[in-house]
């Protein structure tokens, strides 16, 4: 089970511009740092980032010298209609030989190596075509898709037939897509340092 971690971070972003290069955690880099750092730290195998901005790329190939791969997305694969089913396939294109692949958001910075690790358990264990995380109402949170590369060829989706859900609890939940959103991510990461908890 050869894994590979994905990364996507585009440059537009209409609700909240620039939200992949704003700082978080007071992480000079963004929202997509704590992504890569997250599976960099798992059980996947290798690490890619896909991003049409420059400023990133730079910064990738310097900060984690050699452990993350960087494609310059081409303009046509980072439009606001773009799908992120296009994105992926192109990433598989270039990265080959991987059985399976985790696809991680920048804009939900509360995932932990725990859940990424988890998700990889139950696709393995389970003999599973894919794990999605939702939320305690059970929805797609849009953090993490844990999917098998020939079924997601096979079936174009991030949701292939069959497959399993993770749950997350609310506070890890959160989907940054509004500066309220950020606010709150930060609100839950501080408060674990001292010692709170969000219910």
């Given at each position: 089970?050869?894994?590979?971690?994905?990364?996507?971070?585009?440059?537009?972003?209409?609700?909240?511009?620039?939200?992949?290069?704003?700082?978080?955690?007071?992480?000079?880099?963004?929202?997509?740092?704590?992504?890569?750092?997250?599976?960099?730290?798992?059980?996947?195998?290798?690490?890619?980032?896909?991003?049409?901005?420059?400023?990133?790329?730079?910064?990738?190939?310097?900060?984690?010298?050699?452990?993350?791969?960087?494609?310059?997305?081409?303009?046509?694969?980072?439009?606001?209609?773009?799908?992120?089913?296009?994105?992926?396939?192109?990433?598989?294109?270039?990265?080959?030989?991987?059985?399976?692949?985790?696809?991680?958001?920048?804009?939900?910075?509360l995932v932990s190596v725990s859940d990424i690790n988890f998700c990889l358990s139950l696709l393995r264990e389970k003999d599973l075509p894919g794990v999605f995380s939702v939320n305690p109402a059970l929805k797609p949170n849009g953090a993490i898709y844990a999917v098998k590369t020939q079924d997601f060829l096979e079936q174009g989706t991030l949701f292939p037939k069959g497959a399993g859900i993770y749950v997350m609890p609310w506070e890890k939940s959160v989907d940054v897509d509004e500066w309220h959103d950020l606010i709150v991510a930060e609100a839950v990461v501080y408060g674990r340092v001292w010692g709170f908890k969000c219910k």
């Open positions: 089970m050869k894994t590979l971690g994905i990364v996507t971070a585009r440059a537009g972003s209409k609700r909240l511009p620039k939200k992949n290069i704003i700082p978080f955690k007071k992480m000079h880099y963004g929202l997509p740092w704590q992504a890569l750092s997250t599976l960099l730290s798992s059980d996947v195998d290798d690490v890619v980032l896909t991003t049409d901005i420059l400023e990133l790329q730079t910064a990738a190939e310097k900060v984690f010298a050699g452990k993350v791969g960087v494609i310059n997305r081409k303009p046509e694969l980072a439009q606001d209609d773009t799908k992120h089913v296009d994105v992926i396939k192109d990433v598989l294109d270039k990265f080959k030989g991987f059985s399976h692949f985790v696809l991680v958001q920048p804009t939900s910075p």
